[in-house]
């Protein structure tokens, strides 16, 4: 009987502080041994490549449900699909609450979709839009006993949104039970009063979507939100920073030894405000929220990244199409920006723009690359067995070539999604093959995984995001 089930043989394995050329054998889906040479399996040879953890894309919508009926294009079959193509083994994914309802419907539907489709390995963020007394009270005890540990909220959007008493209830709960938040910040208001008067001046094409929230909108909510945490002692991550004015309240707050870490997304390192300037409507195509900033926001981003104020860089992949009934031209190609859903996808990109626009772009290492893509974000959701090479952890590689240059079509990126905001960009860096606990499940390109093996991953307790235990007058009021 071989010792191993698979040996990937003599890549440079990297991880998120090393990088040396090493042998790695696998056992029972798990890394059984890492060493200058092993024998004793089948091998799959990695010479000339490196060897890193598979990606963890802790922010992304897949199969999102829609208040109404139906959900999201990009189901956990086609979501999985382009995830395995770009690199990625796991995601933390959204089960979402409807206005008037409760939260544990919904997310025993999403375990039902994923259960049925899901090729990669999945835990869930739990989006709260209405924290009433049963909900916070009741239900989020048994959601977390299920193994749900983190917590969305948004500070824009209807019917999303939350006030800021809300906002604190959740906080509340979350310090109670151990939980996580993470937060969309914006502010509601100053949005919808800057959208009226931009549409009241007939300003309605797509690039007036960046007018409607500029960096000081994103700015004051990132304030607000990490303030409130404080004043609960409820740990938090901010979602998606756009550029250097949140990135500033982040850095900040972190001096103050608050615990809040910052994440952003390729979009943010590619895009700029001048694409949604585009001809016609194809401007809608690279809107999301918050909106891209401009070339002095990219360089600030690189900056928050290299002083690690920024320590995730996810996809925030939305599940929109350009085309169809619910995608961005659903209203016509005279939609006002208001009328046009926002959100761009990126699952099977993330990598590939990471590895080219840092890596080869000189920004940061290969070992950043990894704590960036999969190392962190395993740590700071709970993902203990995910996004590192050690002996015991889940056998999740990416075969990667750092050197081979690749044109980026929609096609490439096996999703729901019909089109790229990337379409036509170059990169360089590409995964060659996928490995999620020990099966070769992507090679050159070709998906072998069966629809169903991703696991959920259930989050327990951990230590990362337990409060400081620093209160205002040491009285805990989230208590009551």
């Not at 025993?108 to 963020?125: I, K, L, N, P, Q």
């Not at 048994?142 to 983190?150: H, I, K, N, P, Q």
């Not at 995730?312 to 929109?320: A, C, E, L, P, R």
Request: overall charge negative; some cysteine; hydrophobic content about 40%.
């Amino acid at each position: 009987m071989p010792e191993f089930d698979l040996i990937v043989r003599g890549g440079t394995v990297v991880t998120a502080s090393d990088q040396f050329l090493a042998d790695i054998g696998i056992r029972a889906g798990r890394i059984a041994a890492i060493a200058d040479r092993l024998e004793g399996g089948p091998e799959i040879d990695a010479t000339g490549l490196f060897v890193m953890p598979g990606g963890v894309d802790s922010h992304c919508h897949i199969e999102q449900l829609q208040d109404g009926g139906g959900a999201d294009e990009e189901t956990f079959l086609t979501g999985s699909t382009a995830a395995l193509a770009g690199g990625t083994t796991s995601v933390v994914t959204f089960s979402t609450q409807f206005k008037g309802g409760g939260v544990l419907a919904p997310l025993a539907e999403y375990r039902r979709r994923a259960a049925a489709g899901a090729m990669v390995d999945y835990a869930f963020h739990q989006i709260i839009t209405d924290a009433t007394e049963a909900v916070i009270r009741t239900e989020l005890p048994e959601l977390v006993a299920s193994g749900v540990r983190s917590l969305k909220v948004f500070l824009t959007y209807d019917p999303l949104r939350l006030d800021d008493r809300e906002y604190l209830e959740v906080l509340s709960a979350a310090r109670r039970l151990g939980c996580l938040v993470t937060v969309h910040c914006e502010n509601y208001d100053a949005i919808a009063w800057r959208s009226k008067a931009l549409l009241a001046d007939g300003r309605t094409a797509a690039k007036y979507h960046a007018w409607s929230r500029p960096e000081v909108v994103e700015r004051e909510a990132t304030h607000r939100a990490i303030a409130l945490a404080e004043l609960v002692d409820t740990p938090i991550e901010v979602f998606h920073v756009s550029g250097s004015q949140a990135a500033e309240e982040i850095a900040r707050a972190q001096r103050r030894g608050v615990k809040v870490w910052g994440e952003t997304c390729p979009q943010y390192l590619v895009l700029t405000a001048e694409d949604m300037d585009r001809p016609g409507f194809e401007g809608a195509k690279f809107m999301c929220s918050p909106a891209p900033r401009d070339a002095a926001g990219t360089a600030a981003l690189w900056e928050a990244i290299r002083l690690r104020t920024l320590e995730v860089i996810s996809s925030d992949h939305s599940g929109w199409c350009y085309d169809g009934a619910r995608g961005k031209r659903a209203g016509g190609d005279d939609a006002p920006f208001t009328k046009i859903p926002n959100g761009v996808p990126g699952l099977a990109a993330r990598l590939p723009l990471l590895w080219s626009e840092g890596v080869a772009g000189g920004h940061i290492t290969p070992s950043d690359f990894v704590r960036l893509t999969a190392t962190q974000p395993a740590w700071l959701f709970g993902l203990q067995a995910k996004g590192r090479i050690a002996p015991g952890a889940d056998a999740d590689l990416v075969l990667w070539d750092p050197a081979k240059k690749v044109t980026i079509t929609n096609a490439l990126m096996q999703q729901a999604i019909d089109y790229t905001p990337y379409e036509g960009k170059e990169v360089t860096g590409w995964p060659v093959a996928t490995i999620l606990r020990g099966q070769v499940v992507m090679k050159d390109g070709v998906v072998q995984a069966k629809p169903g093996s991703g696991r959920y991953i259930p989050v327990p307790a951990y230590d990362a995001i337990r409060p400081r235990g620093v209160l205002p007058d040491g009285f805990d009021a989230a208590a009551f």
